[in-house]
């Protein structure tokens, strides 16, 4: 990262604002050390005593014991005990420095922390009420980031300065594991830059893309109920001189397209197939002919409900967003149709037969023909036969029902993914 006299200042900023609120605070003893734990990765600890090859250790969770001969690191200043919202300040940065201030903010319900440019995010799982209008403006109106505590915010006020002080484009990469968070904090960018943008042609559309996003490409796992399964490039078009909104794209990539045929224990297809089959979704496109999931293939591995989601809700509103994107209404049956279409695809079955195999009920076929509104012949061979083009000729081979199914599965993640 390149150093600006504004980021210098704003290290200026930190270190005396630190400084202020450790005064008082007592060096740490000179035994005092980053002891290894199970569950806790790293604890500060003070060893006792030393006897039978074993060092002991007090830490807040009991004694620890370890070999008398085994390492550990010292505890450097005070300010790596106080959960510091700026690493860099430490006189060490290590493993153990850094866990431990994230563990020491997560208790305080601070989930943010800096370290240099970086924002470093901690997921809360439950709601934290420091996204309001009023932090918006607070974090836009102060002149150095760096006095105000870490925050999403302070990622994007100092974007938004940077865009109008250079006229250079900006860049926020959200990053990390499943469950972190990346999806709540995408939507918090994307609110602060449609708070502070001037109006602008489209600017009300900006946030009605993460239900069409979120309905098309988050799905549950064992670790998040809403995870994103692909991942995506959201490029703002503004201009320096106005901060004017001038329109934005939205690029998506390495989509987990597996989940839409099969999905591991206790996880979920894709959203929109279960928004689909909420009472809602029937009544409203009744010619897609949806059942209840359990009776799709696709869908009856698991279980088709997650506590505290509203798929009917969730369907009112991305019907909404397609609105306010100016999908008509052909377009948007459309799309249904093609989702619909894949969960009845997964239904047909086949047997075998001397050449091959054929399709074990012709009627589920056509049902997927009549939704997807394609030829069921053409759509039969497609899934039962492999082609092959040898110059100018075409030569067709029937396939093994295993073979026929694995071509029904990917022609249903081909059509998902495209």
């Not at 202020?20 to 000179?30: A, D, I, V, W, Y």
């Not at 759509?379 to 071509?407: I, M, Q, W, Y």
């Amino acid at each position: 990262h390149s150093t600006t006299p504004q980021s210098i200042f704003a290290m200026t900023s930190t270190l005396q604002k630190l400084k202020t609120q450790c005064t008082g605070l007592e060096l740490p003893p000179r035994n005092a050390v980053w002891v290894p734990h199970d569950e806790e990765v790293w604890l500060p600890g003070e060893r006792l005593r030393t006897e039978g090859g074993e060092s002991f250790y007090k830490t807040d969770l009991g004694m620890i014991r370890l070999p008398e001969t085994q390492e550990l690191e010292q505890i450097g200043d005070h300010w790596a005990l106080q959960g510091v919202d700026e690493i860099c300040i430490l006189s060490k940065v290590s493993d153990a420095t850094l866990i431990h201030a994230l563990r020491e903010r997560y208790a305080r319900e601070e989930i943010y922390t800096n370290i240099s440019s970086i924002l470093v995010a901690v997921n809360p799982f439950k709601p934290i009420d420091i996204y309001s209008s009023e932090a918006i403006a607070r974090y836009q109106a102060t002149q150095e980031v760096g006095d105000l505590p870490p925050h999403v915010f302070g990622t994007c006020a100092t974007a938004m300065r940077n865009l109008t002080e250079t006229s250079l484009s900006q860049a926020v990469l959200i990053s990390g594991e499943s469950g972190a968070g990346k999806t709540e904090n995408t939507k918090f960018v994307l609110l602060y830059i449609s708070s502070v943008l001037r109006s602008g042609v489209g600017l009300d559309k900006l946030l009605q893309v993460n239900p069409i996003l979120e309905a098309f490409g988050n799905a549950k796992t064992v670790r998040n109920d809403n995870s994103s399964r692909f991942g995506k490039w959201i490029q703002v078009m503004v201009d320096p001189a106005t901060m004017r909104f001038g329109g934005a794209t939205v690029t998506d990539y390495l989509l987990e397209v597996t989940r839409v045929c099969s999905q591991g224990k206790d996880e979920r297809n894709y959203h929109i197939f279960y928004q689909l089959a909420t009472a809602l979704g029937k009544d409203s496109y009744p010619m897609l002919r949806i059942t209840e999931p359990s009776d799709f293939a696709y869908l009856r591995s698991n279980s088709a409900t997650v506590a505290g989601v509203d798929d009917a809700a969730e369907f009112r509103q991305l019907r909404e967003a397609i609105t306010a994107m100016k999908f008509s209404a052909e377009e948007e049956e459309g799309i249904f149709r093609i989702v619909a279409g894949i969960l009845h695809l997964g239904n047909v079955d086949f047997v075998a037969q001397a050449d091959g195999c054929t399709v074990k009920d012709e009627s589920v076929l056509a049902c997927v023909a009549e939704v997807m509104q394609v030829n069921a012949e053409e759509l039969s061979k497609c899934v039962r036969f492999k082609r092959r083009v040898t110059g100018k000729e075409v030569f067709e081979s029937p396939l093994e029902p295993d073979k026929a199914k694995s071509a029904r599965d990917s022609i249903a993640k081909l059509v998902y993914s495209g």
